[in-house]
């Protein structure tokens, strides 16, 4: 980064001056692309279509992030718009509880030092670096006022937090007072980014890592886990940890969401400071009941892995968990899981493997949860499922030598 001294800003409550305190200003300009080193992601979430997208709305979103630095920029993206998008006004500060601000803390974002942006149907694009340093585990509030919207929306559906909206350009306000909406789904907001040293990791998943029976509102997902551990690590080179995560999500072909192979680039490959993907896709490939054989699916892992390596990153292969009590469980499906599993365990094609199946698994019927951690469906982990997938990852298989972002 460049810049010149700037004056100190007014003092605010000792947490927002901890967390979003003032630094030196830069005159790095937003991009279209992503910003090189020293910028690092520390929160994601992948972007979908979701539904009629309307004008004039204030959305005040909700994010955790997981590693700190100066420097904070956002990515806003109209990946799934049809028409221009006009973000009349942005704003970031510290959440307080529900959708009230910090006081003091709401800043004033900028995208090539304008107030507002226009993205094209397609286009995504960063703010400029914020002054002040963002501290890890912050609640970030970032308020976006949408003035011209149509269309379809882009944004994370499932979000498991609780953001907020409501009508007319509300984004400057600290009080919670216009924000009577309250929405489970994060809005034109799909990564943020910091300056720092240490690294991060994708992790590249369906509904599992996107948190679902993980409770809401207290970030507990596999991913949250993992950027905890991560924080408390000292020296780590690897602390940031970006959630992309679609509920539905499949390898090989589009459904809830574009699949893996198609959405690789912008919800993975294109993160500042990525240095290892974790691969834990399959199972709704699996339950398709389309076919899927362990051939093909692991096909469509070689080309995801070939193209991480292709970009400089390392690639943790997770095994797939078993299913068996869900209703499209069959025992054709968990025959080509375990296939799948072995070819992970034995292949060499990823730099590490995740045995999430071994962790997760009854050692009474293999092809089912254990019951503690079964979040009652039979396919998805509960809390304490969650810790113990991110409690079995061995850290050093996440420094990937030679791999940047």
Not at 115 to 138: F, H, K, Q
Request: glycine residues 12%; charged residues 20%.
């Amino acid at each position: 980064m460049s810049g010149a001294a700037h004056r100190a800003l007014i003092a605010v409550v000792a947490l927002a001056a901890t967390v979003l305190a003032p630094a030196h200003a830069t005159s790095s300009a937003a991009a279209a692309t992503p910003v090189a080193d020293p910028s690092v992601v520390t929160w994601a979430a992948s972007a979908d279509r979701l539904g009629e997208a309307p004008s004039d709305r204030s959305y005040r979103l909700v994010v955790r992030t997981s590693v700190g630095g100066s420097g904070m920029r956002i990515r806003v993206s109209n990946a799934f718009g049809d028409r221009p998008l006009v973000i009349g006004s942005a704003y970031v500060g510290l959440r307080k509880s529900g959708a009230r601000l910090v006081t003091g803390s709401n800043r004033k974002l900028r995208f090539d030092r304008a107030a507002s942006v226009t993205l094209a149907p397609g286009e995504i694009r960063y703010s400029d670096p914020l002054p002040g340093r963002t501290e890890a585990g912050s609640d970030l509030a970032v308020s976006l006022y949408v003035r011209t919207a149509g269309g379809p929306a882009t944004g994370h559906g499932m979000a498991l937090q609780t953001s907020y909206a409501t009508a007319g350009d509300h984004a400057v306000e600290e009080r919670d007072g216009a924000y009577t909406d309250r929405i489970g789904s994060w809005f034109y907001l799909d990564a943020v980014s910091v300056d720092t040293g240490p690294g991060a990791v994708v992790t590249l998943g369906d509904s599992i890592t996107d948190g679902w029976q993980s409770t809401t509102d207290k970030n507990l997902r596999w991913p949250d886990f993992l950027a905890r551990r991560l924080h408390g690590t000292p020296g780590s080179t690897v602390q940031g940890v970006a959630n992309a995560g679609i509920s539905g999500n499949q390898v090989l072909v589009d459904g809830a969401g574009q699949s893996a192979l198609a959405r690789l680039d912008r919800d993975v490959l294109s993160l500042p400071g990525v240095r290892t993907v974790v691969l834990f896709e399959g199972v709704n490939d699996l339950k398709s009941h389309s076919g899927v054989t362990a051939a093909s699916l692991t096909a469509g892992y070689r080309r995801i892995i070939d193209r991480a390596h292709a970009a400089g990153k390392c690639v943790v292969g997770a095994t797939v968990l078993p299913y068996q009590g869900w209703s499209e469980w069959d025992p054709q499906g968990d025959a080509v899981r375990m296939e799948v599993n072995e070819w992970i365990r034995t292949s060499g094609a990823v730099d590490a493997v995740a045995d999430f199946d071994k962790v997760l698994r009854s050692p009474y019927n293999p092809q089912r949860l254990l019951p503690t951690f079964d979040g009652g469906d039979h396919l998805h982990p509960n809390d304490k499922g969650m810790q113990a997938m991110a409690d079995s990852i061995d850290l050093g298989d996440l420094e990937c030598d030679g791999a940047s972002g």
